[in-house]
Structure formats: C-alpha cells, structure tokens
C-alpha cells in the first residue's frame, strides 16, 4: 500500500518535472482540469509566434472562410473574434475553452507547435485590445494537453454562455461578450 503510494507520488512529480515548470491547475475544474496559465517566472520570455507568416496563413486557410479575414463576420451568426477574443484568455477555464473549440481541438493542423501559433495569431492579433497585459501565449505543451478535451458541438454554446458570464464577473469583459458580436439581436 506505501508502496504504491510512493509510486504514484514519484509520477506526479514526474509529469510534474515534465511539464517543464507548467503546472496542471486543478482549481478551475469543469469536465478536465485545465492547463494552468501561470508560466514559471525564471523562464525566459517567448516570442509570440514562431512563425507569424505561417500562423496568419493557417488562419487564412482554416478559419478566415467562417470568421473572416480580420475575425469579422458581422450580422453572420458567428462570434465577432476582432477586438474580443482576447477575454476569454483572463481565466485558465475560459483559455482551455478556446483550444476546446472542436474546430481547433480536431484541426487537420496535427503539428502542436503550430496550432500554438495559429492561435496565438487569432488572440493577440484579431483580438488585439482585449488581452489583458503579460497574458502568456499558447504553447505546444499546453495545446498537446487541451485538445485533447474536445468539446461537442452540442455543448458548444452552454459552455459559451457559461464562460462569458464567467469573464464578464471576474475579469471585467463588456456584458456584451455573452452576446455573439455587439448588437446581436435574437433573429
Ligand atoms: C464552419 C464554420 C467555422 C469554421 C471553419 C471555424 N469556426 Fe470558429 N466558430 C464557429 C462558430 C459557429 C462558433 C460559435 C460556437 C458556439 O458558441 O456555438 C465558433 C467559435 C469560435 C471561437 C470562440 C469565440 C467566442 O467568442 O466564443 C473561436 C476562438 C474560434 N471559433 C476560432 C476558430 C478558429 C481558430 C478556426 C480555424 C481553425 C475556426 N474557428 C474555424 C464557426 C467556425
């Protein structure tokens, strides 16, 4: 019995170690923990986007066909990504909801690094002015972890809802979030 238990102490500090001064938070638990937003402080600062030129193509290519090409649809049924999407990156819940997304968590985008920056892209471009300053950007390791938590279709705008509200209350977003784009009206 102590034995297994020391066991399974040394693999939690294992993948602990591993996850090379990330931490998995627990905290903010809704179906999965998610993967914690807070980087290690001795870690040495980290460009964006690796490759900025192949992040803005792979949103051209994957994405710009629904939410346009400056991540504005406006009166389509679609969320207004410009200017906006940066808010639900101020919440570990809400950020692990964006690689959740079953568009980006099934991406024919296999490579981690570069869905990393794709994202990366769409948040701190497109949603320029709505990330809260010293956000840390999507890493590989944090989009390996979260896509693995697909969220289905049909649970898709509960969780939206949930998530706005959720950033509306602890982050200060505009109470417009909870809507699809400002101004949306029921029809
Ligand atoms: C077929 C159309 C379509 C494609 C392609 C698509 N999306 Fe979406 N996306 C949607 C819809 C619809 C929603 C709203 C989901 C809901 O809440 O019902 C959404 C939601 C989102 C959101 C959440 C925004 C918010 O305010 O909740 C983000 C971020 C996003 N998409 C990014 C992407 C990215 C990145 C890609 C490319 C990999 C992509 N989408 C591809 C239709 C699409």
């Known amino acids: 019995m102590l034995k297994s238990g020391r066991v399974v102490l040394a693999l939690a500090i294992v993948a602990a170690a591993g996850l090379g001064g990330w931490r998995i ?3 903010a638990q809704q179906s999965a923990p998610v993967f914690s937003a807070s980087p290690d402080p001795h870690a040495a600062p980290r460009p964006l986007m690796v490759d900025p030129e192949q992040a ?12 346009g090409l400056h991540g504005s649809t406006v009166p389509a049924k ?38 990393a920056d794709m994202m990366n892209y769409v948040i701190f471009e497109l949603g320029k002015g709505s990330v809260k300053p ?3 950007p999507f890493t590989a390791e944090e ?26 209350q602890r982050c200060h977003a505009p109470d417009s979030i909870k809507l699809l784009y400002p101004g949306e ?3």
Not at 57 to 64: F, G, I, L, R, S
Not at 157 to 165: F, I, N, Q, T, V
Request: hydrophobic residues 40%; aromatic residues 8%.
């Open 56 to 67: 803005r193509a792979d949103y051209v290519e994957n994405c710009a066909g629904c939410h």
């Open 143 to 168: 989009v390996a972890y979260e896509r693995k938590f697909a969220l289905s279709d049909r649970s898709l705008s509960d969780e939206r809802l949930r998530l706005a509200k959720q950033v509306v």
């Open 134 to 136: 010293g956000t840390p």
């Open 185 to 187: 009206t029921a029809k």
């Open 78 to 115: 679609l969320p207004e990504l410009a200017g906006r999407v940066g808010w639900f990156m101020c919440t570990p819940e809400a950020r692990a909801y964006l690689i959740r997304l079953p568009n980006v968590a099934n991406s024919r985008i296999t490579d981690n690094a570069q869905l």
């Open 25 to 27: 938070d627990v905290r």
